[in-house]
């Protein structure tokens, strides 16, 4: 269905659409992703002093990580949301986790952004996390922004990771920047398009410090003052300038072809021109598909869907947040809206915007806007609102568990707090809840242990249950819908011992061997098994009210 967008407000919703932009930062762990989300922060102005992500047990902690398990473990296990402003683009940034026991969280952040920054460590080049992340980003033809982190230790070459860069993920790699040395000799990064050196202080955690700019690719007072740091670098960037093609940024916005930047998060190197690139390159918001029709940036009707909820970000007021992705239009603060899943109307007073744990009350809000609705329960994972529209967007994804684990509460006076805290976090998709349809016990299923331990974690941190999360038979979940209503019922009366009900009552058959599925699928022909859903909303509640 095509849309004629001459009838849309013309200047107005259009400069503001085309101010926006919406990325993700993805890594292996430990690449310093959440070090550089800090420093992007820094540059742009958004805050004014950084938290010591080496120091976590002293009071300073990033600002992106809010929850006590990452303090404590210095790692990243929740998607963070930012805005901020940087010249004249409204940047909103999401934080992702890089455990890849938390990939679910990932894969669905991945969903409501228009580019990423990939961030390698310089050391350990392309790690498997690093692969996966990937993968999903060219399913989805997402473009990419490489940032090649650590250039203050010890590290591999520059040309060997270029190479490793190409030939593992399959992209082409175009250097915008270049490095002048490594570890204690790190000088900076030569600025291949502006023909310029940033020299920098390392240790820097403040912004706003004249950078020393020394011009021209080759100004004699590189060689001495840097000496053969800069000769070396000399060399490369000359082979890099002959051999690599030209940025062509048709295919960078395809997802075939990533710019390249070097330096070091924590000392502040090649910082400011990454943060100059995503605006310069990364995309405004643009078309999304849903169900019923594309729908455009520029169309004056608000639309937008929740891809992440999450509970208990301000654990005094026990309060469970929806991060929206704005998909078109304008939104106000106490407008109209529908929740399409279960035509029930909202109209939010208390919208937030965030940086990381603070957050500001929202009066506004355009495509590409990633919005906080407080709500009790009445949003999930999934679900379209718009001022009416009966509209689903698609491709939020929701995979099967890999492993399982029964939950009992300790004390059998809690079991109603156990239930409360894992309904919540279950409906965030940080974990999966199950609740067998012939017995009493939970199950949770999780693609890997963190993920078990995060929420025992907060099970007694946030809601004060100490849950026992013990081993299961099962090892192997589907997803099972049918075309007759009648046959899906039938199935899951015989099998009743092994379905179980998810989050959002989808049912799933539950088996502890994949020759016991095998045998299942063959007994049952007109069951559909899947290994995968997206938000459950319409296919399943159709069933199930059948």
Not at 166 to 193: C, I, N, Q, S, Y
Not at 478 to 504: C, G, M, Q, S, Y
Request: glycine letters at 6%; proline letters at 5%; hydrophobic letters at 40%.
């Amino acid at each position: 269905m095509s849309l004629d967008l001459s009838s849309f407000p013309a200047q107005p919703l259009r400069r503001e659409v085309q101010r926006r932009r919406t990325f993700a930062i993805i890594s292996h762990p430990d690449a310093g992703k959440t070090t550089l989300t800090e420093k992007l922060l820094l540059f742009s102005g958004a805050i004014q002093i950084a938290g010591s992500v080496k120091a976590r047990k002293a009071t300073r902690h990033a600002t992106s990580d809010w929850m006590e398990i990452e303090k404590q473990r210095g790692i990243s296990v929740a998607s963070s949301v930012m805005q901020m402003e940087y010249r004249d683009c409204v940047i909103n940034l999401l934080d992702t986790p890089g455990h890849q026991d938390f990939s679910e969280d990932t894969y669905r952040v991945l969903t409501a952004v228009d580019a990423a920054l990939m961030v390698i460590d310089a050391a350990n080049g392309v790690e498997p996390q690093t692969r996966r992340l990937l993968q999903v980003c060219r399913a989805r033809n997402t473009p990419i922004l490489t940032f090649v982190n650590k250039m203050d230790r010890e590290v591999q070459e520059p040309l060997s990771l270029m190479d490793e860069i190409e030939r593992e993920l399959g992209m082409t790699v175009v250097p915008f920047t270049w490095p002048v040395g490594m570890g204690k000799a790190f000088h900076g990064v030569m600025d291949l398009r502006a023909q310029q050196m940033r020299v920098f202080s390392p240790g820097e955690d403040r912004a706003g410090q004249d950078d020393e700019i020394l011009h021209g690719l080759n100004n004699p007072a590189y060689a001495q003052r840097f000496g053969m740091q800069y000769e070396q670098a000399e060399g490369e960037i000359s082979l890099v300038r002959e051999a690599a093609p030209a940025f062509d940024r048709t295919e960078f916005l395809a997802g075939r072809q990533t710019p390249m930047f070097f330096g070091s998060a924590v000392n502040n190197f090649g910082v400011r021109e990454v943060l100059d690139a995503l605006v310069e390159l990364a995309p405004p918001p643009s078309t999304r598909v849903a169900i019923q029709r594309e729908v455009h940036p520029e169309e004056p009707k608000f639309s937008g869907v929740v891809f992440k909820i999450q509970a208990n970000m301000d654990p005094a007021h026990r309060d469970r947040i929806a991060f929206l992705r704005v998909a078109s239009g304008h939104f106000e603060r106490g407008m109209r809206l529908k929740v399409v899943r279960s035509g029930k109307e909202l109209r939010p007073n208390t919208v937030v915007s965030f940086l990381s744990q603070r957050r500001e009350l929202l009066e506004e809000a355009f495509a590409g806007d990633i919005i906080g609705i407080p709500n009790h329960g009445v949003l999930q994972l999934g679900d379209t609102l718009t001022e009416g529209e009966a509209l689903q967007f698609t491709g939020l994804p929701f995979f099967a568990p890999e492993m399982f684990r029964s939950v009992e509460v300790a004390d059998p006076l809690r079991s109603k707090q156990l239930r409360a805290g894992l309904t919540q976090l279950g409906e965030e998709g940080a974990i999966q809840v199950f609740r067998p349809v012939a017995g009493s016990v939970l199950l949770l299923g999780a693609v890997g242990q963190l993920q078990f331990e995060v929420v025992a974690h907060r099970l007694e941190h946030e809601y004060g249950v100490k849950a026992r999360i013990q081993p299961c038979r099962f090892q192997v979940a589907r997803w099972v819908t049918a075309d007759d209503p009648n046959e899906l019922k039938r199935f899951i009366d015989a099998n009743a011992h092994r379905v179980a009900l998810d989050a959002v009552d989808a049912p799933t058959v539950l088996v502890e061997y994949a020759p016991e599925l095998r045998a299942i699928e063959a007994n049952w022909p007109k069951i559909k098994f899947h290994a995968l859903r997206e938000h459950a909303g319409l296919v399943f509640q159709k069933q199930l009210e059948g």
